[in-house]
């Protein structure tokens, strides 16, 4: 099979050309929804405000910046307790944080395509037509109302986490409030976000030029915030600029190595079984063995580790250690990789990825980018045996590729990078209404 492999990579790289395999359609601007760029200059200034969090210090670009892809460098992020930014960001000796944030940030890019309809890591929140609000989450329905879309509603998870953004029990008014439970209504954690926004008179201005309802003297509530927020991350990271994107278009064509990797990536690889369509995502869960550490996604009264993926909210079984297959737009620009973000390059990752039974047992942890904190353990799962064979019990078996096969596919997922993405349309302000300072 190799040997077949190296025939057909050798003649991607010369100059005959094979014939393409079936790609996905081009993108166009049907496949996103409007956005009105006034609202999303307004979403950018409070993209980048601090504001939002409970002690006033992270914003949402402090773990989806730019500079990173949208991410944050990192394997796991330090939200509420860290200073500094991506990499070099640190545990503040003076209020450490309790926890990483238990999975790897993800990137931005696309998600004002109206084909995103579930998202996170495990899916727990989606678009479900059969419920009032139109959401599924784990929140009460009545919770989620008055979100313009799914994008919007999933701005309400970070600020109410304690490890992310609000803080942690009594720092702040908005983390008192988490703690207590008092999330929506009246004096809520979201509520006491909107006060403080809405106490700024160049947001006022700003929302009540955006919206006739404000303007004619309703208050702006967090709803109103998240919309802002969602329009700005559809407008400015909207990327379809790419030499794939020439490529489908017929402007330009893929040669050399990446040429060869896009034959074995939509041919005998086997990537667009789960990589499909303009985005390179099915949009469904699989199990595929990254190495798990960290804190898990557990709640705080459980004693494990453990992340079980797609099942912490289905509760089925077979969706154990399954995640959200990721889009591959700009992943030149996102690393580290998986769901904990344990490889930090491309190469490493494929190659893991194409037989992932094998490198979850030969994990090196130096690999793994993680601040340091000295008071937790990140190694529980990975120290079990029992664990780690629960995880790659779900593994479908691989076979490693050679090395000249991932250099070709990664010059391929190099091709995913679109022209602007390391800039975005708008950019990063150079203040934000609040006054506070703006991660650079």
């Not at 479900?128 to 919007?152: H, I, K, N, W, Y």
């Not at 990789?337 to 930090?344: C, N, R």
Request: proline share 8%; hydrophobic share 40%; net charge negative.
């Amino acid at each position: 099979m190799h040997l077949l492999r190296g025939a057909c990579l050798a003649a991607c790289l010369g100059t005959t050309a094979l014939a393409g395999p079936e790609l996905p359609p081009p993108v166009t601007d049907e496949m996103f929804a409007p956005v009105i760029e006034a609202e999303a200059r307004l979403g950018q200034l409070l993209f980048y405000d601090p504001i939002l969090s409970g002690n006033r210090n992270i914003s949402c670009a402090t773990c989806h910046h730019p500079r990173f892809g949208t991410s944050d460098g990192t394997s796991l992020a330090l939200g509420e307790g860290g200073i500094g930014l991506g990499p070099e960001r640190i545990a503040d000796p003076e209020n450490m944080p309790e926890e990483r944030v238990p999975r790897n940030a993800q990137g931005l890019w696309n998600l004002g395509a109206t084909e995103f309809t579930v998202l996170f890591h495990d899916g727990r929140i989606e678009v479900d037509e059969r419920r009032p609000s139109g959401l599924r989450t784990p929140l009460e329905d009545e919770m989620v109302q008055g979100f313009a879309s799914l994008l919007s509603a999933q701005t309400m998870f970070p600020v109410l986490s304690p490890d992310e953004m609000a803080g942690h029990y009594s720092e702040n008014e908005v983390s008192e409030a988490v703690r207590q439970g008092r999330l929506t209504g009246l004096d809520g954690a979201w509520d006491r976000i909107a006060v403080r926004v809405r106490g700024i008179p160049e947001y006022r201005a700003m929302f009540e030029a955006a919206d006739p309802d404000i303007a004619s003297g309703r208050p702006i509530g967090f709803t109103d915030i998240s919309d802002m927020i969602a329009a700005f991350v559809a407008f400015e990271w909207r990327s379809d600029d790419s030499p794939f994107d020439r490529h489908l278009r017929g402007t330009a064509q893929l040669e050399g190595a990446a040429g060869a990797g896009l034959q074995l990536f939509y041919g005998e690889a086997g990537c667009v079984s789960c990589h499909s369509g303009p985005f390179q995502t099915d949009h469904d869960f699989h199990a595929m063995g990254v190495p798990q550490f960290g804190p898990g996604k557990s709640e705080r009264f459980e004693l494990h580790s453990r992340d079980l993926g797609r099942m912490r909210v289905t509760g089925e079984p077979e969706d154990a250690y399954a995640f959200r297959t990721p889009s591959l737009r700009n992943v030149e620009l996102t690393a580290p990789y998986g769901h904990t973000g344990a490889y930090p390059d491309l190469a490493g990752f494929v190659a893991a990825h194409a037989d992932p039974a094998t490198a979850l047992l030969s994990y090196d942890r130096t690999q793994a980018a993680l601040p340091r904190l000295p008071h937790v353990s990140d190694w529980e799962i990975l120290d079990s045996a029992d664990e780690t064979g629960a995880i790659g019990a779900r593994l479908s078996p691989g076979t490693a590729l050679p090395e000249d096969e991932v250099a070709a596919i990664v010059a391929f997922l190099e091709s995913l990078t679109g022209d602007g993405a390391s800039t975005g349309r708008l950019g990063i302000p150079k203040s934000v209404p609040s006054g506070l300072p703006v991660e650079r």
